[in-house]
């Protein structure tokens, strides 16, 4: 049916491009980032400081995270393959719980953004405690709960 409705859509000019994507998982299965496996080949070859970084990023279990699944209503943007919710404070927490996860602490979002690169830093994250995080940095750049940033969830 899915199929059908998409070569429909094909047939009208600003729509040629469309793609079909699921927009909605059960909740017993949250949004989570699909990463490919961390390279065990390069921490073989390193020694030293290296090699214990290189272990680091390997003990973040990147299957822990996830994203809560976009609502009507909820701005979006598309950045590095993936769609990703922007909410204001007072919505983020309650739909990572809705997902059956938690919203993720200032130290969660350091150890993600340490061990991948497919997180989006063009804006900031919701971490617990209502402040709004820099992924790159670590440091706070906003207190406003009205600000629209980026979620991140981690299973309880």
Not at 31 to 40: K, S, T, Y
Not at 56 to 81: C, I
Request: charged letters at 20%.
């Amino acid at each position: 049916m899915a199929k059908l409705v998409l070569q429909r859509v094909r047939m009208f000019g600003p729509t040629q491009q469309a793609v079909l994507r699921q927009t909605r998982q059960p909740l017993s299965q949250p949004a989570v980032i699909r990463l490919p496996p961390l390279a065990e080949t390069k921490a073989s070859n390193l020694s030293g400081p290296s090699m214990k970084a290189a272990q680091a990023k390997k003990a973040v279990n990147l299957s822990h995270f996830g994203l809560p699944e976009p609502e009507q209503g909820d701005k979006q943007y598309t950045e590095k393959a993936m769609s990703w919710v922007r909410l204001p404070y007072a919505k983020a927490e309650p739909r990572c719980q809705q997902e059956g996860m938690v919203l993720a602490s200032k130290q969660d979002l350091a150890q993600v953004a340490k061990a991948t690169d497919q997180l989006p830093v063009r804006l900031p994250y919701w971490v617990k405690g209502a402040q709004g995080i820099d992924a790159n940095t670590g440091s706070v750049v906003t207190r406003n709960k009205a600000a629209a940033l980026n979620v991140l969830c981690k299973k309880g």
